[in-house]
């Protein structure tokens, strides 16, 4: 029988305990080789997993459990391989760079049962951890179980392992068929199509060797135990049939056995022969205890040493931890066996094509997922992207936009989307400061300074229109299409570039470089001015979208919420535009469009045109809690949360439909940056969090919805140091504690009336504070919440200017810190008060459009 951890104890750094899951398989051998000929050890087998209560999703809280849903994916991937596939079990599986197969799917054949079964029809669960996916299929007379692996630590040319685990009635033939590949990643030309050959390496068993035109490249697949299926003799005409690996199942003799898939690849002559890859394909199948057991170890450490949280919101918990562990998967080796992990943008099946959504290295992507991985206190990938990224970093001192897997396996350079866009290189300043803000590493600085100061250098010399500010001239800055013609200056990369410059000044200042910082701090006023001049639209208050040689693009768009990124920049009357923001022109029930619905050329479909994307929602939420609009922004904030579960189970997608909730059709289903904004906006948004470790500061100004008493972030990083930080109202305060924090840790806290004593500060709160019911929308739903479009509090007063469909009536709750207050309500009722905390609803009059409404309430 399988061992499980406990999910009521898991260890953490400190005094409290991270609840996790992790599905502990042992691991049993069978003693029949299935490549005896190669004279190596037995078959590792697992023993089959069961059902059992620690494996109930309540008790497991980093589980994901749902019914299958065969039209959704799913992703497993690791830095050599992966699995990408659909619910229904169907799968391609690929060990990076080459898909080696695709389209794998599972029929059955029951001994005195004559009607044959489609196994993937009948995929019921799936259940996804943080270090594998398994895949129940269910039927009356079958249960089989398909766990799938992408190993932290492969073996040589391999990169992912699936195994399947069957109880039956009676006898059955499962015959597994799949179409094999052997493609190299775009934008790699790829061979004809591959020849396959069986190779007997046991009376009862064998592999498939696939080869390839050019002999060095060949893969081998194997099931042990299995027999071949349909095999095209030579003689006959050229045609595409799957190949088979076929169980005889017989529940008497093979309940307890495990059923491996396995694949390596060689791109070596002297690799690619049938005794090397007998020997391979036995050396991982016998290594799979030690596999699965280092992706558990893994993860489990990872997870438990990271930051994490523990409030009264089980799904933003599970969700945070979720999102660290998607983000962690999406490091890929550049190289197998060279050590070097880099972030690639985020994978979804390829489908008939060699592009597995964007499974290769963007600069931007990763520069903005920086930002969730120094918040998690995973500095180690933070320095392994930037060195990656500043080892290739051009002569001239620009950023790479991208990097293929197979980018040395073309002429790379003769392509045009290494430097297809500019913003990676004021990005980098701007992620390296986080990073030295967080970490203290002054030294990693100082040791990659002359390539900050090339892309330093870079980014001030390319200016065509001579106003100061880095500009599109070195390629596009974030839309790579718009209505009628793309910009020349983008207020998106304007913003970069006034921040870039303050974060540059902020580096130059760590490593003794004062003449550096005092240009880079003058070059930031001076483009706070410009953008001030050029962008800001005093009658329709608001700031415009490009500056094309004197001439405005005025299309309201989300693009200047960047300005509040890293804390260090405001947009002066920014206020009206930040509320529209919130209203359903811009926000859905599902996240941010980049533009108004009553936009001219507004399409939900369209990639730039007003699609949702979570990155998107993401800088809204945090432009708004930095901004006093905190309510707005824990509903964006959620709804990231939200989509955790909408398609590939713990990980984010890369857009959505702006008019309905479903994401499209196309839409990378595990997607880097989506997951890094589940992240930056709970820690740097709700919880308020910036560092300062070089002058040993943690400023903490946060933003508890109103319905929760406590709350605590654990292993909240802070240099070489962790510790836990806890958040909890006591009456008309919040009162932060740090627990084992550093003795020369100076808290602080931007709210006004803010004091320290010892370890905790004390925050005052409102007398009175609203709270939004969150709800997850229906797949499929249009836009129906409620929105807040304003905010503000007085010492005897709480506003709000909501906004909701005509002939709706929506609930909120208030909460009342001060004891004894008589509140009263205009433009909303208000219900019977309960520990602190009273429903307050609202009626919107009127047809079914938006609408605004006041509420006030009073005391």
Same mark, same amino acid.
């Given at each position: 029988m399988p061992s499980s951890t406990d999910l009521s104890r898991v260890a953490s750094r400190s005094s409290g305990i991270l609840p996790l899951l992790f599905v502990l398989v042992n691991l049993a051998v069978l003693h029949t080789s299935a490549f005896s000929q190669s004279n190596v050890a037995p078959i590792a087998i697992l023993a089959p997993l069961r059902a059992d209560a620690s494996q109930d999703p309540l008790k497991n809280p980093l589980k994901i459990q749902q019914e299958a849903v065969p039209s959704k994916p799913f992703s497993v991937i690791g830095p050599r391989g992966a699995v990408l596939g659909q619910q229904d079990g169907s799968f391609e599986l690929w060990v990076f760079p080459y898909k080696v197969l695709s389209n794998l799917r599972i029929s059955a054949s029951m001994e005195q049962y004559p009607v044959p079964i489609d196994v993937n029809e009948h995929a019921a669960q799936i259940t996804s951890t943080p270090d594998s996916t398994v895949i129940t299929f269910s039927h009356a007379n079958f249960t089989v179980r398909e766990t799938i692996l992408a190993p932290k630590t492969a073996?040589?040319?391999?990169?992912?392992?699936?195994?399947?685990? !069957?109880?039956? +009635?009676?006898?059955t033939t499962f015959t597994f068929s799949f179409t094999p590949n052997m493609q190299a990643m775009w934008p790699a030309q790829s061979d004809d199509m591959p020849s396959p050959e069986w190779i007997t390496s046991s009376p009862s068993s064998g592999f498939y060797m696939v080869h390839l035109n050019f002999p060095q490249i060949a893969a081998a697949l194997a099931m042990p135990n299995a027999e071949p299926g349909i095999m095209q003799p030579y003689q006959e005409r050229a045609a595409s049939y799957p190949l088979q690996f076929v169980i005889h199942f017989d529940p008497v003799h093979d309940t307890d056995k495990v059923f491996p898939l396995l694949a390596v690849i060689s791109t070596k002559m002297e690799t690619s022969t049938k005794q090397s890859f007998g020997k391979r394909l036995s050396d991982l199948d016998h290594s799979s205890e030690a596999l699965f057991e280092q992706n558990q170890t893994y993860y489990r450490h990872l997870l438990s040493t990271e930051m994490h949280l523990e409030t009264p919101d089980k799904r933003l918990n599970l969700a945070f931890s979720r999102a660290e562990s998607s983000i962690d998967q999406l490091r890929v080796e550049t190289t197998p066996g060279h050590k070097e992990d880099a972030l690639t943008a985020g994978f979804v099946d390829s489908g008939a094509s060699v592009r597995p959504g964007f499974g290769w290295y963007f600069g931007r992507d990763a520069l903005w997922t920086t930002y969730a991985l120094n918040s998690s206190g995973n500095f180690e990938a933070t320095r392994q992207e930037l060195e990656f990224?500043?080892?290739?970093?051009?002569?001239?001192?620009?950023? =790479?936009?991208e990097w293929a897997q197979t980018a040395d396996l073309v002429d790379w350079k003769s392509l045009p989307y290494e430097w297809a866009s500019a913003d990676a290189t004021p990005l980098l300043a701007m992620a390296m400061n986080d990073y030295l803000r967080i970490s203290g590493d002054k030294v990693f600085v100082q040791n990659n300074w002359d390539g900050l100061d090339r892309a330093w250098q870079f980014e001030t010399s390319h200016d065509a229109d001579g106003d100061g500010i880095y500009d599109n001239?070195?390629?596009?800055?974030?839309?790579?299409s718009w209505v009628p013609t793309m910009p020349k200056q983008e207020i998106y990369l304007a913003l970069l570039d006034e921040q870039a410059s303050i974060a540059f000044a902020d580096l130059a200042h760590a490593t003794g470089h004062a003449d550096l910082e005092s240009e880079a701090r003058h070059r930031a006023d001076k483009i706070a001015k410009t953008i001030d001049k050029e962008y800001y639209l005093p009658k329709s208050t608001d700031y415009a979208f490009s500056w094309n040689d004197g001439a405005l693009d005025t299309?309201?768009? +989300?693009?200047?919420?960047?300005?509040?990124?890293?804390?260090?920049?405001?947009?002066?009357?920014?206020?009206?535009? +930040?509320?529209?923001?919130?209203s359903s022109n811009f926000s859905t029930d599902w996240g941010t469009r980049p533009i108004s619905d009553r936009t001219s050329f507004y399409d939900p479909i369209s990639y730039h045109q007003g699609s949702v994307w979570p990155l998107f929602t993401g800088w809204v939420s945090v432009a708004e809690y930095r901004t006093g609009h905190p309510l707005s922004g824990y509903d964006h904030l959620m709804q990231n949360v939200d989509l955790t579960w909408t398609q590939d189970l713990g990980n984010v997608t890369e857009l959505l439909s702006g008019q309905f909730n479903q994401p499209l059709g196309r839409s990378t289903a595990h997607q880097l940056?989506?997951?890094?904004?589940?992240?930056?906006?709970?820690?740097?948004?709700?919880?308020?969090?910036?560092?300062?470790?070089?002058?040993? /500061? =943690? /400023?903490?100004?946060?933003?508890?919805?109103?319905?929760?008493?406590?709350? !605590?972030?654990?292993?909240?990083?802070?240099?070489? *140091?962790?510790?836990?930080l806890s958040f909890t109202r006591d009456g008309t305060q919040l009162l932060?504690? *740090?627990?084992?924090?550093?003795?020369?840790?100076?808290?602080?806290?931007? !709210?006004?009336g803010a004091q320290v004593e010892g370890n905790t500060l004390h925050i005052p709160l409102p007398a009175v504070e609203a709270a !939004?019911?969150?709800?997850?929308?229906?797949?499929?739903?249009?836009?129906?919440?409620?929105?807040?479009l304003k905010e503000q509090s007085d010492p005897h007063h709480c506003n709000l200017i909501l906004e909701g469909r005509g002939g709706s009536t929506y609930k909120f709750l208030l909460r009342e810190n001060a004891p004894g207050l008589h509140v009263h309500a205009t433009g909303a009722e208000l219900g019977e008060i309960n520990n602190g905390l009273r429903v307050a609803s609202v009626s919107?009059?009127?047809?079914?459009?938006?609408?605004?409404?006041?509420?006030?309430?009073?005391?």
């Open positions: 073996t040589d040319g391999s990169g992912a392992l699936v195994f399947f685990q !069957i109880e039956a +009635i009676r006898p990224l500043l080892k290739r970093q051009s002569p001239e001192g620009k950023i =790479l936009h001239s070195e390629g596009s800055a974030w839309v790579e299309t309201s768009t +989300i693009f200047p919420s960047v300005a509040w990124w890293d804390g260090d920049v405001d947009l002066s009357n920014a206020d009206p535009m +930040i509320s529209r923001w919130a940056w989506s997951s890094a904004m589940v992240i930056s906006p709970v820690v740097r948004g709700l919880f308020g969090l910036e560092w300062n470790v070089p002058e040993n /500061t =943690l /400023t903490v100004t946060p933003n508890l919805p109103a319905d929760w008493q406590d709350a !605590i972030v654990k292993d909240v990083p802070f240099g070489n *140091a962790h510790f836990d932060v504690k *740090a627990s084992q924090a550093p003795e020369n840790l100076h808290l602080y806290s931007s !709210i006004p !939004i019911l969150h709800q997850q929308p229906e797949v499929g739903a249009q836009t129906e919440q409620m929105k807040v919107f009059p009127g047809d079914a459009t938006y609408k605004n409404q006041a509420v006030s309430f009073s005391w």
